[in-house]
């Protein structure tokens, strides 16, 4: 890009942005001195006029390619600066004051108007948080309450086991008790069997003896 162009456009925005102050404050005065500000600022223009010249003529002297950008920036310059006239006519206009009255109503009516439309987004946005707030608060309570009918079906379950596990547990002591009885019957039984056995032992070894001494008498006698 070209540094002519750039120097000139330095010195444009800062001349443009001097009189955008200077019809502010020329729109507050009176007499002389509205006068002698209104002149500085037409002097201003024509500043800005020739440097509108110098960027224009500086532009079609470069490169196609560069030229169209510049010639882009440029209609942009000069629609500021069409801008800041409109300014300055409405400013050295006879009734000014009861424009810029208008102007500075309609701003504060406009101002007024963004505030409470602004106030009515916030509001609405709160109201719309306060609903998803309640609608959690719902979804909270509802999974509480479902969790409290499952805590209350598992706790019913358990007491169901436990009161089987007590019925086994009786039952297996009872078994327990049988099987204990019958051991003793059983011991019973076989200390009687052993006791019959030595009886009918000593039974049969008594009739032996008996038969040895009847043939030791036949046969010796």
């Not at 509108?52 to 209609?75: C, F, G, W």
């Not at 800041?84 to 400013?91: A, T």
């Amino acid at each position: 890009m070209s540094e002519v162009f750039e120097g000139y456009e330095r010195q444009y925005c800062e001349i443009s942005a001097s009189l955008s102050r200077k019809c502010t404050a020329a729109a507050a005065l009176d007499g002389e001195q509205k006068k002698q500000k209104v002149s500085e600022i037409k002097s201003g223009v024509e500043d800005a006029e020739s440097l509108i010249r110098k960027m224009d003529l500086e532009a079609r002297s470069l490169q196609p390619s560069v030229k169209a950008v510049l010639l882009n920036k440029l209609r942009e310059y000069k629609s500021d600066l069409n801008n800041l006239k409109s300014e300055v006519k409405r400013i050295t206009s006879p009734n000014a004051k009861n424009v810029a009255r208008e102007e500075l109503l309609e701003s504060g009516m406009a101002d007024t108007l963004a505030v409470s439309a602004d106030q009515r987004g916030r509001l609405l946005v709160s109201t719309e948080r306060l609903n998803q707030s309640s609608e959690r608060i719902k979804e909270s309570r509802r999974t509480m309450l479902e969790t409290e009918e499952l805590g209350v079906s598992i706790l019913q379950d358990l007491h169901q086991q436990r009161q089987s596990l007590l019925h086994a547990h009786n039952t297996l002591h009872g078994v327990d008790d049988n099987i204990g009885k019958s051991k003793k019957v059983l011991v019973s039984m076989s200390r009687r069997m052993d006791r019959n056995k030595w009886i009918i032992g000593s039974i049969i070894a008594a009739l032996v003896l008996a038969i040895l001494l009847i043939l030791y008498f036949k046969l010796f006698h």
